[in-house]
């Protein structure tokens, strides 16, 4: 089976400085994974996933993640974060097709500090 | 990708009362559907899978017969939330797959029950 870790609950940033949320899987078989967004109130929208080919998969705003196999991580990163950018995060991971249901991490809660 | 809708957004029921929860899939021909529920400041955790045409599969612990789902078309699948308590009360998640990796999710519908 499989299952995801998100090691931090909360990360408080500062705007326009870095942040990295982190996020580890485990899994005996290939997976697929994910990361989403959530807004207050709100339904989960994706941020951006890693299917295949290159480890380094961006977002249209600026995240992005890596996918280590070696140390089964997918960490999310912004170089500069924004007002914005508050919001709760959730990392998934997928073994197969979309007809496979997704395992979430317990999120991480990025509240960027003007 | 897929747009995908729930209907109500919010509900507000008293205890006793069944509420059903819908979710459409508007562009997309979704073969299967997850409903989740979010608990506050929680993860999603998964309630059931639903295959159009088929009996839905539930996780361990969810009772089949309290959470009546319905996935009668590739678009629409019902959630029905019988003789809710307030321990029901949370945020209902629906998502829709169709054989791509990725999964669309709903908007969600927070259910409260007084």
């Known amino acids: 089976a499989q299952s995801v870790t998100q090691l931090d609950s909360q990360v408080p940033v500062f705007e326009e400085a870095p942040v990295e949320l982190r996020c580890n899987y485990s899994s005996s078989v290939s997976v697929y994974l994910f990361w989403y967004v959530q807004y207050p109130n709100q339904g989960l929208q994706l941020l951006l996933k890693y299917l295949s080919g290159s480890t380094l998969v961006e977002s249209i705003n600026g995240f992005e993640a890596e996918f280590n196999k070696s140390q089964t991580s997918f960490h999310l990163r912004k170089p500069s974060v924004h007002i914005s950018d508050t919001a709760e995060y959730f990392c998934?991971?997928?073994?197969?097709?979309?007809?496979?249901?997704?395992?979430f991490g317990k999120g991480t809660r990025l509240s960027v500090i003007a | 990708g897929a747009v995908v809708s729930q209907h109500p957004s919010r509900v507000i029921c008293k205890s006793g009362t069944s509420v059903k929860i819908e979710c459409r899939s508007l562009d997309f021909q979704a073969t299967t559907m997850f409903w989740y529920r979010q608990f506050p400041k929680q993860s999603l955790m998964l309630m059931a899978t639903s295959n159009e045409g088929s009996k839905a599969t539930y996780e361990q612990g969810v009772e089949k017969d309290k959470f009546l789902i319905n996935h009668a078309s590739l678009t629409l699948s019902t959630l029905t939330v019988t003789s809710a308590h307030p321990e029901d009360s949370s945020f209902y998640i629906c998502?829709?797959?169709?054989?791509?990796?990725?999964?669309?999710f709903g908007p969600g519908t927070r259910l409260t029950v007084l």
């Open positions: 998502s829709v797959a169709g054989g791509t990796v990725e999964q669309f």
């Open positions: 998934a991971v997928s073994k197969g097709s979309g007809n496979t249901p997704l395992v």
